[in-house]
């Protein structure tokens, strides 16, 4: 039997794809298995880092600015992602406002940080989802992976909320696309040492302290410990996979 986590010939976008973040090793991981990919961000010049260092690896990888809140930015994004690499079947929608949001309570958030918690983190994730589907149609089918968070279990702050509603535009997604031959499905990270994330739950913050009590095994992760999960949604070897919320946080999900 041979098992193919293979993707040879295959286009990717990922958003929040700069230099530092979760996105850079999705990025990077969609690249070493032989994927184009194409590194979106709101910060173009970070983005440009990971699509130079893709390169220097012997990767196919370009940089886009985009702001997924904007339906004309995430056409550009799509269309430049066509008109260089013929067409898209992987859409990792990574983006998202996380420190920006998460430390605020809600009754002390303002209404204009709500809007746009909600533009970036959920509208968003459906406009890239909207505007790449008929491309991977045009390809016979395609992989969309959301990035949700142990946050939205339960959701306890704003972000959480934001990331709790993109299970339900996977489950959604999943539903409506499955006949074009498109999976959607989510992965739920818990704290992940990416540059932000170091900021959220350092050594010794009663929240650290708290998931390092709960969890089975690691309780917090690296970037690269979320490359297999990402590898397995996109490669044939997990075609038969949709609507799935796959938490990767070491077991704190169980909350023993
Ligand atoms: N780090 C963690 O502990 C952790 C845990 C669970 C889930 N997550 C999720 O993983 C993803 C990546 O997190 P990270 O730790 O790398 O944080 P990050 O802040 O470095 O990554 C978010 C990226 O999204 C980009 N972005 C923000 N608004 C945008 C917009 N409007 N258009 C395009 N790009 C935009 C940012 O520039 C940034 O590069 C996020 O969805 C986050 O919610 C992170």
Redesign the pocket.
């Known amino acids: 039997m041979n098992v193919d986590w293979s993707l040879d010939g295959k286009v990717a976008i990922v958003?929040?794809a700069?230099a530092?973040?979760?996105?850079e090793a999705y990025a990077r991981t969609l690249a070493s298995a032989g994927a184009s990919v194409v590194c979106?961000?709101?910060?173009g010049d970070?983005a440009e880092l990971v699509a130079k260092a893709i390169e220097a690896d012997g990767g196919e990888a370009r940089a886009v600015s985009?702001?997924?809140?904007d339906e004309a930015s995430v056409a550009a994004m799509v269309g430049d992602t066509v008109s260089a690499f013929g067409g898209v079947d992987i859409l990792v929608n990574?983006?998202?406002?996380?420190?920006q949001l998460a430390p605020i309570p809600a009754m002390q958030m303002s209404r204009q940080d709500w809007d746009r918690g909600f533009a970036?983190n959920v509208t968003?994730a459906w406009l890239c989802t909207k505007a790449v589907a008929p491309e991977m149609e045009k390809r016979g089918g395609g992989r969309i992976v959301n990035?949700s968070?142990?946050?939205a279990f339960p959701a306890a702050t704003v972000y959480g909320i934001t990331?709790l509603a993109l299970v339900g535009l996977t489950t959604t997604m999943a539903a409506e696309l499955g006949p074009l031959g498109i999976s959607v499905n989510c992965i739920a990270?818990?704290?992940?040492e990416?540059?932000?994330?170091k900021l959220?739950a350092g050594p010794g913050t009663p929240y650290r302290e708290m998931l390092e009590q709960q969890a089975a095994t690691m309780a917090v992760g690296q970037p690269e410990d979320l490359a297999g999960v990402l590898l397995l949604l996109t490669s044939p070897a997990g075609r038969w996979i949709t609507g799935q919320v796959i938490h990767v946080s070491g077991g704190v999900v169980m909350r023993p």
């Not at 985009?66 to 809140?69: G, L, P, T, Y």
């Not at 990270?189 to 992940?192: A, F, L, N, Q, V």
């Open positions: 958003t929040g700069a530092g973040g979760i996105g979106a961000d709101i910060q970070k985009v702001d997924i809140a990574n983006a998202a406002l996380m420190l970036v968003g990035q968070s142990l946050g990331k990270p818990g704290i992940t990416s540059e932000a994330g959220i």
